[in-house]
Each structure stands twice: as structure tokens, then as C-alpha cells.
DNA sequence: TCGCGATATATAGGAAGCTTACATATAAGA
DNA sequence: TCTTATATGTAAGCTTCCTATATATCGCGA
């Protein structure tokens, strides 16, 4: 697992991400992450839920409560087109700070 | 310039990185990590200082008062053989890092 | 010579992001 | 029945880095 002080600055690339292949509930959203990544990146949920009040009310995100056939409720949350737009830069200035860390501190991109 | 969110955790490894080619006092260390990443890397000097006395403190630099020869006080910072063991886990960290958010995210290694 | 910018070190207070701990509730399995 | 997994949410705290502030010397141009 990576440390707290290295990953500050990645959930909502993250988060964003794991959304844009289709809509996912809070929970789900954690572990989608923590999947993808085989368990180097893993967020809490109380990091999670403060985090996706703040996109949504930012209008990153589109929040809807969903009912399942189990009755239970849960929290659908679904990419709006301004969040999309977010992705792309957001993924570019990850890109340059990998770069400047490769020129600074010799970090291998393998 | 890359965004403080993004690059919390950066500092220490930047810092052993540039002491690695030899001794350098607190303002030149500054100066070598915004020079080494084109300006992309950049940290106040009041971030640097009380770095460098943790670091100092954990025993991965030594500190020398060195009076250059126009009688300028300054605080040479050399890597002790402790800090020179830090740079290859961390380095190793922070290619984990670029491995998930690449996998998770699919920031670009370019 | 007088101010100004660059060099150089240092501290105080504050913002942001993630963590642990706490609180609540249902469903599935041992 | 007890534990684990699912599911959402709040409160308090730590770490890291920033802005603002303070001090002091050097070299340069006006």
C-alpha cells in the first residue's frame, strides 16, 4: 500500500477515472480503485464520501439515490460532462510531475 | 508550476536527490530542483528550512556552519550514509505511485 | 552613498487532504 | 447468534506545504 503523504492529490483522478467507464456507488468506487491499482492504491470511505459531496457539488459528479431489488438505497454517482472535461488535465498535470520527478530524483517509469 | 495537491510528498526525495551529487546549502537546493525539473518543481524556502532540520534531525543529512570566502555564513547540507540508503525505497515508492495511477487512471508515462 | 534586488536563514499561522475513530443499518454465512 | 461484508456518514487529528513576517549581507546602479 502506497503512504498517505505520497498519494495526497490522487483520489479524485482516481475517482474520476474509475467513473468514467460508467456510473458506481461510493463503496463500489473504493474498490474499483483499490482493484485496478492490485491494492497499491486503497482509500478510506470516510476519505471517499466528503470527497464526492465535494465533486458533486462542484459538478463533477451527478448524485442519484437508487433503490436495488434488495431494497436497499445507495448513492449512484455518474460523470457529468464538466467532470469528463476535468479528466484530461487533470491526467496531463500528473504527467508533468511524473516527468519532473524522473528529471529531479531519477524516479524509474518502468 | 505544479499544483501544492499534487505535489505533497515530493519535497524529501527532490532534496536527497540533489544532495546526491554533492554538498549544497538550503537556498542552492532550491535553486538546483526548479532548475533540474525546468521550473516545473518549486518549493518556498520556508518549506525547504524546517525540511531540512527533520531531515537533519533522522540523521540523513549533516549540517556544517561554513564561512565562504566573502565571510557569508552558510548552512552546508551533505547526505549521510543513512539518507544515501533513503533514495532507492523511495525512489521505488514513487515508481509504485506512477504504476497505479497509470493502471487506475491512466495518466500517460510520456 | 543610498536604495534595491538577489542571496541566505529562520519562525508563526493557516489551508488542504487523508487518517483513525465513531455512529448507524442491512444481508449473508458460519 | 455472531461475525463479516456491504453501505453511508460525521468528528477530530496529523502531516505537509504555503503565505506572511523577520533579519542580515552583498553587489549594482542612480
Redesign the interface.
Request: aromatic content about 8%; charged content about 30%; overall charge positive.
Given at each position: 500500500m502506497?503512504?498517505t503523504?505520497?498519494?495526497?492529490?490522487?483520489a479524485e483522478?482516481?475517482i474520476?477515472?474509475?467513473l468514467e467507464e460508467g456510473p458506481l456507488h461510493g463503496y463500489e468506487i473504493g474498490r474499483r480503485?483499490e482493484e485496478?491499482?492490485?491494492g497499491?492504491?486503497r482509500y478510506t470511505l470516510a476519505a471517499l464520501y466528503p470527497l464526492l459531496y465535494r465533486m458533486e457539488h462542484r459538478g463533477w459528479l451527478r448524485a442519484d439515490w437508487v433503490t436495488g431489488d434488495n431494497g436497499k438505497r445507495r448513492r449512484c454517482y455518474r460523470l457529468t460532462s464538466r467532470g469528463k472535461k476535468m479528466l484530461k488535465p487533470m491526467?496531463a498535470?500528473?504527467?508533468?510531475?511524473?516527468?519532473?520527478?524522473r528529471?529531479?530524483?531519477?524516479?524509474?517509469?518502468?
Amino acid at each position: 500500500m502506497i503512504r498517505t503523504e505520497l498519494k495526497r492529490g490522487t483520489a479524485e483522478l482516481a475517482i474520476l477515472s474509475v467513473l468514467e467507464e460508467g456510473p458506481l456507488h461510493g463503496y463500489e468506487i473504493g474498490r474499483r480503485i483499490e482493484e485496478h491499482s492490485a491494492g497499491a492504491l486503497r482509500y478510506t470511505l470516510a476519505a471517499l464520501y466528503p470527497l464526492l459531496y465535494r465533486m458533486e457539488h462542484r459538478g463533477w459528479l451527478r448524485a442519484d439515490w437508487v433503490t436495488g431489488d434488495n431494497g436497499k438505497r445507495r448513492r449512484c454517482y455518474r460523470l457529468t460532462s464538466r467532470g469528463k472535461k476535468m479528466l484530461k488535465p487533470m491526467r496531463a498535470e500528473w504527467a508533468d510531475l511524473f516527468r519532473a520527478l524522473r528529471q529531479v530524483a531519477k524516479v524509474s517509469h518502468a
